[in-house]
């Protein structure tokens, strides 16, 4: 039983794209405020076409992930010629959260749910929280992002943009919440989610600046008790 969150990790984004849903998250859990796990995917494959990625306590995540796994196998054993669907893993992912609640004792957890609906031959985003709180939308935001990326995302995600597109909107507001967020790194990893399937990318570095010139050579002096100017 997880009472307060111990080790955790940060924001997770999510949007549409022409061919798909593409996530981000950061690559960093946190012991309190101490930068400890430095190279932690936050990202679970469930099935063929559907991944999953969370922000709040990790071993809560890692609950919710063993979850999943064993009724894939259960769906795997039966062999009945059906899978579920991204937004069947949606729905069950807000019963295990709203079970958890209801007992006293929730996971505290935001879970992006990202997929492609081979049925429809559409691609499916939604948000489920540690209340069982759900929607879908076409772009999505946990942690901080909810305050600092959905406003660029609402400013610049289109549902016909290309791949590069979406991966470079998704590290400006990556590289952005780095600058913002004293709980996250410059680590990111990507996941794609296509009618080929789910693709989780390695973990990269991003470019972000900090030769700003106000910042190399200060002009205004705060005074000697401060020892430093601006």
């Known amino acids: 039983m997880t ?70 196998e259960k769906e795997w054993i039966q062999n009945d010629g059906e899978t ?58 946990t942690g901080y992002g909810a305050h600092l990326a959905i406003p660029i995302l609402r400013e610049k995600a289109k549902l016909d943009m290309s791949l590069e597109e979406a991966v470079e909107l998704l590290r400006h507001c990556m590289r952005v919440l780095f600058y913002r967020d004293c709980r996250t790194t410059d680590r990111v990893q990507f996941a794609k989610c296509t009618r080929d399937g789910v693709e989780i990318s390695g973990i990269e570095k991003l470019e972000t600046k900090w030769d700003h010139q106000l910042w190399t050579t200060p002009t205004i002096t705060l005074g000697p008790m401060l020892g430093a100017s601006w």
């Open 3 to 72: 009472v307060n969150p111990i080790v955790t990790g940060a924001s997770v984004l999510g949007v549409k794209y022409r061919d798909g849903v593409l996530m981000v998250t950061d690559t960093l859990a946190s012991y309190g405020s101490l930068a400890k796990f430095t190279g932690v995917s936050k990202f679970h494959k469930v099935g063929e076409a559907t991944v999953i990625g969370a922000s709040g306590e990790y071993s809560d995540f890692q609950y919710i992930s063993d979850t999943l796994t064993e009724l894939v």
């Open 84 to 141: 579920l669907q991204p937004r069947s893993w949606s729905a069950y992912i807000c019963r295990i959260l709203h079970n958890r609640r209801n007992r006293m004792n929730p996971l505290l957890n935001q879970i992006v749910v990202g997929g492609f609906d081979i049925p429809s031959s559409k691609p499916y985003l939604s948000y489920v929280d540690l209340y069982g709180t759900t929607y879908e939308d076409d772009f999505i935001a």
